[in-house]
T-cell receptor, first 114, second 115 residues
Framework: AQKVTQAQTEISVVEKEDVTLDCVYE???????LFWYKQPPSGELVFLIR??????QNEISGRYSWNFQKFTSSFNFTITASQVVDSAVYFC???????????FGKGTRLHILP | ETGVTQSPTHLIKTRGQQVTLRCSSQ?????VSWYQQALGQGPQFIFQ???????GRGNFPPRFSGLQFPNYSSELNVNALELDDSALYLC??????????????FGSGTRLTVV
């Protein structure tokens, strides 16, 4: 069975600190896609990144970076120099190559304190 | 380019009633998926519609049903509402292409409260 685990339910950090959100996934498929979404209070899910299972190269986009480690089935997300606007719920998600169903983790609520 | 729009934004219904939620896809997108997000949880896949037919379903009972129209807009219908149906219902659209679509644009959702 496929599963996404976000062990951190809630995190609070002071503005300008770095913060890492953990994500561990389970699947026996060899081809799959991993995502991170941000959900602000308004409710919509904002796409942040998509990686496929064959691309283990880490990625950096501004203050955001992602560390994909296939041997530990982890896809962690780091925000550098956090800002109050980063406060939101963040979801890690998994999609198999054989269907279109997004499997979400339970999310991590991130509070950036001014 | 318009995004995904959902209506209504909020809704209160009584247990046992029926409800219809609506979703307009992003321009150029022909696949629509619906998700249920209970409070404090991640979204759960309900079903997907492609070319006006159901194309995949999650672990939801038959009282959850849907429609997709020729303009790719979609409806989610829930009959015999239960208190546990209270949730944020999210719609996501995807463009034509290979499966999985891997490009999903989400709406802001409909917050349904069943009392």
């Amino acid at each position: 069975a496929q599963k996404v685990t976000q062990a951190q339910t809630e995190i609070s950090v002071v503005e300008k600190e770095d913060v890492t959100l953990d994500c561990v996934y389970e699947t026996r498929d060899t081809t799959y896609y991993l995502f991170w979404y941000k959900q602000p209070p308004s409710g919509e899910l904002v796409f942040l990144i998509r990686r496929n299972s064959f691309d283990e190269q880490n990625e950096i986009s501004g203050r955001y970076s992602w560390n994909f480690q296939k041997f530990t089935s982890s896809f962690n997300f780091t925000i550098t120099a956090s800002q109050v606007v980063d406060s939101a719920v963040y979801f890690c998600a998994l999609v198999m190559n054989r269907d279109d169903k997004i499997i979400f983790g339970k999310g991590t609520r991130l509070h950036i304190l001014p | 380019e318009t995004g995904v729009t959902q209506s209504p934004t909020h809704l209160i219904k009584t247990r046992g009633q029926q409800v219809t939620l609506r979703c307009s896809s992003q321009s150029g997108h022909n696949t629509v998926s619906w998700y249920q997000q209970a409070l404090g949880q991640g979204p759960q896949f309900i079903f997907q519609y492609y070319r006006e037919e159901e194309n995949g379903r999650g672990n939801f009972p038959p009282r959850f049903s849907g429609l997709q129209f020729p303009n790719y807009s979609s409806e989610l219908n829930v009959n015999a509402l239960e208190l546990d149906d209270s949730a944020l219902y999210l719609c996501a659209s995807s463009p034509p292409g290979t499966s999985p679509r891997v490009v999903y644009t989400f709406g802001s959702g409909t917050r349904l409260t069943v009392v």
